[in-house]
């Protein structure tokens, strides 16, 4: 079974333009969650989806979305980038409430 | 919201000796603790987790305690290698419609000199 994919493995950005981050999950798993990982703040929680519906968000501005697919597949899109906003993010799939999360590789982000 | 405190941020031990690492958690309704190993330039890996149901769990060299009471849970490696080498995550989860979220601690720099 293929694990977590997220594409591209890296980005280069500039402050202000906008960046879309995608995230296939295992097959048969119905929740992706995503999350920003920084040397200093560690691992912290974006949002997280099950069945096409966002279920939960976290403490992130209204820049940071994304969107489940039919298919299970998540997108997350960054707006108007910051230089903070360089990080590696990374999504998590389960088959959904009470299972294991598996990670992606993550895609690693630099602002300039 | 959940807040999760892990110590120690980095620790060294000889080949063969034991590690702990221990974290806090903040919210009584956790019910969820998992354990992520996260190697230099790799994806975080499951390497154990517990439900609040439950005090104490093993897997080969590699063990979790919790304690409900004190809000606090502990990962422990016996006999460990220099493979053991990594980065070390707790995290918490409320469970229910918030089991996706999880609340991770800072960080554990596990060192295993041969």
């Known amino acids: 079974k293929a694990g977590v994919t997220q594409t591209p493995r890296y980005l280069i950005k500039t402050r202000g333009q906008q960046v879309t981050l995608s995230c296939s999950p295992i097959?048969?798993?119905?929740?992706v969650s995503w999350y920003q990982q920084t040397p200093g703040q560690g691992l912290q929680f974006l949002f997280e989806?099950?069945?096409?519906?966002?279920?939960n968000k976290g403490n992130f501005p209204g820049r940071f979305s994304g969107r489940q697919f039919s298919n299970s597949r998540s997108e997350m899109n960054v707006s108007t980038l910051e230089l903070g906003d360089s990080a590696l993010y990374l999504c998590?799939?389960?088959?959904?409430?009470?299972?294991?999360?598996?990670f992606g590789a993550g895609t690693r982000l630099s602002v300039l | 919201g959940e807040n999760v405190e892990q110590h120690p941020s980095t620790l060294s031990v000889q080949e063969g000796d034991s590690a702990v690492i221990k974290c806090t958690y903040s919210?009584?309704?956790?019910?969820?603790f998992p354990w992520y190993k996260q190697e230099l330039g790799k994806r975080p890996q499951l390497i154990i987790d517990i439900r609040s149901n439950v005090g104490e769990k093993k897997d080969q060299r590699i063990a979790v305690t919790l304690n409900k009471t004190a809000k606090h849970f502990s990962l422990h490696i016996t006999e460990t290698q220099p493979e053991d080498s990594a980065v070390y995550f707790c995290a918490a989860s409320i469970g229910g419609t918030s089991y996706g979220k999880l609340t991770f601690g800072q960080g554990t720099i596990l060192t295993v000199h041969p």
């Open positions: 989806y099950f069945s096409e519906t966002q279920r």
């Open positions: 919210d009584s309704a956790s019910n969820y």
């Open positions: 998590a799939s389960s088959l959904g409430p009470g299972n294991i999360q598996y």
């Open positions: 097959s048969g798993h119905r929740s």
